[in-house]
């Protein structure tokens, strides 16, 4: 027996499980497990990232300042309270890292994101999970949570797995109604999929408890470069910039992810396409017997009758080249989370559920 042993906590951390993406002897797959864009990067980003090829001998640089200000001129924020990481999920690790240790609460909601709770007990701090109404973030729930240990409060907004959200004013009296001492997060990573939403930045700046952590893994279609940001009042930024090492993200990942920010006509019709798409599936889901949520983000989640059903659907996909994404370990076993791909899968996942639901019936 070893009397080498980690922190208290980490052993405890259920691993997370990515979206799959081969099925065994089929051939033609669709990967639609992991709310990438179908489309890609684009153009403009991946010649950026081509033209990285000849530095990469050099050093990247250590204050982020390019990058921070495109985000600042695309985004309407203000680029000196801008912090990336690798991954946004790099901002949430930094924030419970800063914020939360053993015997600190972290509250995160029923069907939230599974990072937080995994970079909450990696720091030694208790996640505390706190239940949705119908499978929205329920703001008097949260509230009623926070006790004296709380420090962090996560929500995604839109949410994942759900794909809903909750409107300004029931963000502000979140922000406004927490206890002094607890910071709220609001997870924007499909932000940019809300024609018009601020993902919180206005919040940021009105207040001294708000942080928005931001990616380029979504909208973008850059989630295998690993790019995030977070803004937040100046308090926050200071302690985040003294945890984020300085060589945090290549400059191959920086100078992409500049180009893709600035070229807001591919962002655009990307946006407008999961409009369509989204809206279009999820009535195609709907008329062979599986609702959904409306959805604010880049997935839809159909729900079925059962677990029993769901698992079946999803064999069924499987066996049709299509990998969607099982969600019971977010508390939703009778749900499949399918991404909106481009529209010839968007026709086979509607053909290939009808399919499965007019043999079950
Ligand atoms: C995909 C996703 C992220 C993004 O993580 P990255 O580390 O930026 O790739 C963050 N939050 C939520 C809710 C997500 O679904």
């Not at 994404?325 to 977010?330: D, S």
Request: net charge negative; hydrophobic share 40%.
């Amino acid at each position: 027996m070893t009397k080498i042993t980690p922190q208290p906590g980490i052993m405890d951390i259920e691993l997370y499980q990515g979206g799959a993406s081969h099925v065994a002897g089929v051939s033609n797959v669709v990967k639609l497990s992991s709310n990438e864009n179908p489309f890609g990067p684009s153009e403009a980003a991946k010649e950026a990232f081509r033209k990285a090829a000849y530095d990469l001998h050099r050093y990247p640089s250590t204050d982020h300042r390019a990058l921070r200000e495109a985000i600042g001129e695309v985004h309407g924020v203000d680029p000196a309270r801008v912090v990336c990481g690798v991954g946004s999920d790099e901002i949430i690790a930094f924030l419970c890292q800063a914020y939360a240790g053993p015997g600190d609460e972290v509250i995160h909601t029923e069907h939230g994101f599974a990072m937080y709770k995994i970079s909450a007990m990696a720091n030694g701090a208790t996640p505390v999970e706190v239940p949705e109404r119908e499978r929205v973030t329920d703001v008097d729930a949260i509230l009623a949570a926070c006790t004296e240990n709380t420090k962090l409060v996560f929500i995604a907004n839109p949410n994942n797995p759900t794909g809903t959200m909750i409107g300004d004013g029931e963000v502000a009296r979140l922000a406004e109604n927490l206890p002094d001492h607890v910071l709220l997060v609001l997870d924007g990573a499909y932000a940019e999929y809300v024609e018009g939403y601020d993902g919180g930045a206005g919040l940021v700046d009105s207040r001294e408890n708000v942080v928005m952590t931001r990616t380029f893994s979504k909208l973008y279609g850059l989630g295998g470069l690993r790019v995030g940001w977070g803004y937040g009042p100046q308090h926050v930024v200071d302690v985040l910039n003294r945890m984020r090492g300085p060589f945090n993200l290549s400059q191959a990942a920086l100078v992409t992810a500049e180009a893709a920010v600035r070229d807001e006509a591919w962002a655009t019709k990307c946006r407008e396409d999961n409009t369509r798409l989204r809206a279009w599936l999820a009535e195609a889901l709907a008329e062979h017997g599986v609702p959904s949520d409306t959805s604010t983000a880049n997935f839809i989640l159909a729900r079925f009758a059962s677990r029993a059903e769901a698992e079946g659907c999803d064999a069924h996909l499987k066996s049709e080249g299509l990998i969607v994404r099982p969600v019971a370990g977010y508390n939703l076993p009778h749900c499949l989370r399918i991404t909106v791909g481009d529209e010839a899968s968007c026709r086979r996942v509607a053909h290939a559920v009808g399919q499965f639901m007019g043999n079950g019936a």
